[in-house]
């Protein structure tokens, strides 16, 4: 054990023990953990200052500097509440949207955090109860605020929870506000902070804002005969005890479906998440309830939004009646294509719109898009990049959708993050489109390979826990940086992007600049048979992330599980090329 470090650690745990500033729990809390014969809990509590990133807040619930609190919340809305009150000087009146999911502490850190930005005289909006991320998004511009914070982990393990900041275009922050605002949050000491809220400034929303944003959901639907005459179409849907129970099946009834059939032990609001391992709506184990209730009633679609209601994660029937999941890409994929498809055969397209993918999303989705001469854009990982490309061409371009390989969708722009509210009524709209023809998603996904070509995705993730493992990342990205692969599963490496320098390499050492907005620590490799592999450590989780994405052939619809298992040697075999 390092023990310059635990003497550290020790000394600002001490100061929790027994400053008065921190509440008797806490200072309990932070004395059992000083007094504990092991003591690898007080040292990843204390070891540093849970930082306040460009997207706000991430991390285990618990007392201590490196966890999520009351303390490191308040440090984060003071230091927010004090860039508002300088960047918006002058203003009548500053106001902010306040919402929160459905894990353990968020109500608390939610209420907390309203009584933080009253106390500054900062008007607050705060949500009467949980509500999907997206809702929150939608607030802050429907309301005209200057920002907002919700509370949530998305995805995370249970013991997690986060803090989301948004600017006045309803996005994730960026720059120069991002770094902006860390400024003033590092500036924050715990005393500095005012719990001390006034009531008269904050309101109550619920209801009202539910069914604007729902009506304008609607509003987006492409085909609403189509849903008519399938309207028995029979979904079942399940929120894994998230927001997602409070708006999606009423999205959906709002679209006209009659046969949504909901999951009722995860209907329950429980930040435990008792039903799940993980409430990760990428993971089989999530869906296993509601695939179980899709087996028992024969229906056609399953669905799940994670527990902040941002993502979607879907299965259906394959050709032998078997229940399948869609992975992120394809996800992403079928929403573009029926979107791109359907606005051109309904007459919907002017000329002037554009879709959008992150870097690390199939490249199916650029042939989709050249075929059919719809401007696609590529950018970073993370929606508030999505939504910097919505907000840059406002006014000039019309944008119909854009998303990530890691199940999040946006298919319109009075929201500036992914939203599941809309995505599950989309998903619904195209399962009915399929099946009005006499299809199912999966022949859709079929057809999308035999006319543009088939691709295997993969995302290869390796956890590393604690500060070794921050430590362990870091070296692994250097070391990727420095000896980039020569080849990948045989095939030469033509091609290496690092985000970091925005420089592109080719094979003979020529170098070329790559068009981004700023830097990010992102390499990718380009490969002669059409393989990308993207490296990235995760902002949000302790690990490092390997995306790729390998061609294979498939001539009929049958030959797609083959392809599949080809694909996945050759992934394998990167695997190993790249020692993971």
């Known amino acids: 054990m390092d023990q310059e470090l635990l003497k550290q650690c020790m000394a600002v745990a ?26 690898s809990n007080l040292i990843d509590s204390f070891y540093q200052t849970l930082e306040f990133g460009t997207g706000g807040l991430r991390g285990i619930m618990g007392a201590g500097t490196n966890r999520m609190n009351i303390y490191t919340v308040g440090a984060a809305t003071q230091g927010l509440a004090n860039y508002l009150n300088k960047n918006f000087a002058g203003r009548d009146k500053i106001s902010v949207v306040v919402g929160h999911d459905c894990r353990n502490n968020s109500r608390l850190f939610a209420e ?27 607030a802050i511009r429907y309301l005209g605020c200057q920002s907002g914070v919700n509370i949530t982990a998305s995805h995370n393990p ?60 609607h509003g987006i639907s492409i085909d609403p005969e189509v849903i008519k005459r399938q309207k028995d179409l029979s979904i079942v849907y399940t929120p894994i ?12 009834k709002l679209w006209g479906f009659e046969n949504v059939n909901c999951v009722p032990e995860q209907m329950v609001k429980d930040g435990n998440f008792p039903t799940v391992v993980s409430p990760n709506p990428e993971n089989a184990e999530a869906l296993t309830l509601s695939i179980n209730l899709a087996k028992k009633i024969d229906a056609d679609i399953v669905m799940a939004s994670d527990p902040d209601a941002d993502r979607v994660g879907m299965a259906c029937k394959d050709d ?6 869609i992975n992120g890409n394809q996800t992403c994929l079928l929403f573009l294509y029926y979107i791109i498809n359907n606005r051109i055969a309904k007459g919907q397209m002017k000329g002037d719109e554009f879709i959008v993918k992150t870097i690390v999303t199939t490249e199916l989705i650029k042939k989709v898009a050249d075929k059919k ?55 619904a709209e195209i399962c009915a489109w399929a099946k009005d023809q006499g299809k199912t998603l999966y022949d859709v996904l079929m057809d999308i390979y035999l006319e543009y070509g088939f691709s295997y995705n993969k995302a290869i993730n390796v956890v590393k826990p604690g500060k070794s493992g921050a430590d362990e990342i870091k070296a692994m990205m ?52 059409g393989t990308k592999v993207s490296v990235r450590p995760s902002g949000t989780e302790p690990k490092i992330k390997f995306y790729v994405e390998a061609p294979g052939e498939m001539k009929t619809a049958a030959d797609y599980k083959a392809a599949c298992e080809a694909a996945e040697v050759t992934v394998a075999e990167i695997a190993k090329s790249l020692g993971i």
């Open 241 to 252: 005890h998230g927001a997602g129970r409070t708006l999606i099946p009423n999205s959906l």
């Open 373 to 427: 001469g719809v401007e696609m854009v590529d950018c970073y990982t993370g929606f508030k990049w999505i939504a910097r490309e919505i907000r840059l061409n406002e006014g000039k371009k019309t944008y119909i959708g854009g998303g990530e390989e890691s199940y999040g969708f946006l298919a319109q722009d009075f929201v500036r993050d992914k939203d599941a509210v809309s995505a599950c009524s989309l998903l």
């Open 478 to 529: 250097e070391n990727f940086r420095a000896n980039p692969p020569k080849e990948l599963a045989g095939s030469p490496v033509i091609l290496v992007k690092d985000y970091k320098t925005l420089e592109a390499t080719d094979a003979q050492g020529n170098k070329s600049k790559i068009d981004m907005p700023d830097t990010s620590n992102v390499l990718q490799y380009f490969t002669e048979n």
């Open 112 to 138: 907390t955090v309203a009584q933080i930005f009253s106390a500054n005289g900062i008007y607050v909006y705060l949500f009467d109860d949980l509500r999907p991320t997206p809702e929150v998004s939608f």
């Open 14 to 39: 001490q100061k929790w023990a027994t400053d008065p500033v921190f509440d008797a729990e806490t200072q309990a809390a932070a004395k059992a953990m000083m007094e504990a014969d092991d003591k």
């Open 158 to 217: 249970r013991e997690y929870n986060g803090y989301k900041a948004y600017w006045d275009d309803g996005a994730q922050v960026l720059a120069p506000h991002d770094k902006g605002i860390i400024d003033e949050v590092n500036k924050v000491n715990y005393e500095d902070i005012k719990f001390n809220g006034d009531d008269k400034l904050i309101t109550i929303i619920g209801e009202e804002v539910d069914k604007v944003y729902l009506d304008m959901i």
């Open 320 to 325: 032998k009646g078997e229940w399948v999941l």
